[in-house]
Structures are given as structure tokens and as C-alpha cells.
């Protein structure tokens, strides 16, 4: 059997790739018209300038000044409306000392993240129930299989910063303590389905902000 060309291979990968793109040259969001399943509409053509194309939002680094010690800014689609239709976005995340990112899962999309200062311990946990984790050093990467509940912790003295890219442009995110300790799910059905004592648990929503 013939080798496939690899022109040809790298072509069919281009033209499976299913975004507006594919059959124009960019589609940025247009907030004033309704949003579909498929993404949001597309800006006139002659109202798209060479701003529309530039964001500047991850320069500055985000206030860690709270709970967890840490802040992720975000370019998705709301924040950077050229992306519309690219199936990627970016996130930047900045974490003091004992910051941390708690258990959380993004259910549709894959998220590498970039390491570019301090050291963070990041890792995910397989379907099979098996955590994969290290300590990532500057200029490491490690990458978190879709829907698959993932953290991240800066367990050193210094503050780290690093950057997320995720194959959608708009990735969702549930923290797995909000959902759990952050809203008004009953202390009571917490307890028969996580097994932890109501104490811990009415502490715990004391400190995220739930009740009952």
C-alpha cells in the first residue's frame, strides 16, 4: 500500500476542520445580532478594522488578592470577538504564593497549559480514576484531556504565572467546591452523596458562599 502524501494528509487535516473559516477568510462575533448554537454572527465585512483582530486584556496581570490566591483572565470569544468561529482561546493565570485552582472541569475542551514563571503543580484525573500530576518548571507544558476533571497549585514561596490555550472558543468551566459548597444544594443530600460530615460541609459553604 502507498504512503498517503504528506501535502495531502495535512490538506484533508485543514479541510476537516469545521469553523466559519472554512468557507471564509474570518467571521468576527457580532454582539448586536442573536447568538445560534453554531457561534455568533458575523460583522459586516467593511466594519472589521485591524483592532478587531489585536487584544491586549492578558498584559496585565489579575488581582490574587482573594480565596484562592489566584485569578485567570480570559480571551474567549466574549472578551475577543475575532476569535469567533476559530475554535481556540486563551486564558492567562497568575497565582501567589499557595494559590490554587481547584478541582474543575472544562466539558468541552482541551487545555494545554503553559508555564512561563515560578512552578506550579498541575494534573488531571483519568476516567479510570488515576491521577497523572508534577511540578512544571518555566517554559513547561502539560495538557488536560477534554472533560476531564483537572487543578492546579502554586505551592512555592514566589508568585507563577502561566497561560491556558483551549481548542473551543468559549471552554465553560464548574469548580467541582462551587458546585458542590457554593450554591443552595441541601447540606443533607451534600452528605449522602459525597460522604462528608454536615460540619465540614456547612463550613465549607460558609467559606464559598452556600446555604442550606
Known amino acids: 500500500m502507498r504512503m498517503i502524501s ?9 479541510l476537516s476542520s469545521s469553523c466559519h473559516a472554512a468557507v471564509q477568510d474570518f467571521c468576527v462575533a457580532d454582539f448586536t445580532a442573536p447568538e445560534s448554537p453554531t457561534g455568533h454572527a458575523c460583522k459586516k465585512p467593511e466594519t472589521v478594522t485591524v483592532n478587531d483582530f489585536v487584544y491586549s486584556g492578558l498584559g496585565v496581570a489579575g488581582n490574587t488578592s482573594n480565596l484562592l490566591k489566584a485569578a485567570v483572565t480570559p480571551a474567549f470569544v466574549t472578551e475577543f470577538p475575532a476569535l469567533n468561529g476559530l475554535g481556540i482561546s486563551l486564558a492567562r493565570l497568575d497565582m501567589a504564593p499557595g494559590g490554587v ?7 468541552g475542551a482541551t487545555e494545554v ?10 494534573g488531571f484525573i483519568s476516567g479510570a480514576n488515576k491521577v497523572y500530576y508534577k511540578t512544571l518548571n518555566k517554559g513547561d507544558l502539560i495538557i488536560f484531556p477534554q472533560g476531564l476533571l483537572h487543578f492546579l497549585e502554586n ?6 504565572e502561566a497561560y491556558f490555550s483551549f481548542n473551543s472558543v468559549s ?8 458546585a458542590l459548597f457554593g450554591n443552595d444544594f441541601p447540606t443533607e443530600l451534600v452528605a449522602a ?7 465540614q460541609i456547612k463550613k465549607l459553604k460558609g467559606a464559598l458562599g452556600g446555604s442550606g
Not at 101 to 107: C, E, F, R, S, Y
Not at 171 to 178: A, E
Not at 193 to 199: G, Q
Open 6 to 14: 504528506p501535502i495531502i494528509f495535512t490538506v484533508s487535516l485543514l
Open 113 to 122: 497549559v503553559h508555564v512561563v514563571s515560578g512552578k506550579i503543580t498541575a
Open 155 to 160: 505551592a512555592e514561596t514566589t508568585p507563577a
Open 101 to 107: 485552582a481547584p478541582v474543575h472541569t472544562h466539558p
Open 171 to 178: 471552554p465553560g468551566s464548574q469548580l467541582v467546591d462551587f
Open 193 to 199: 452523596t459525597t460522604f462528608l460530615d454536615t460540619a
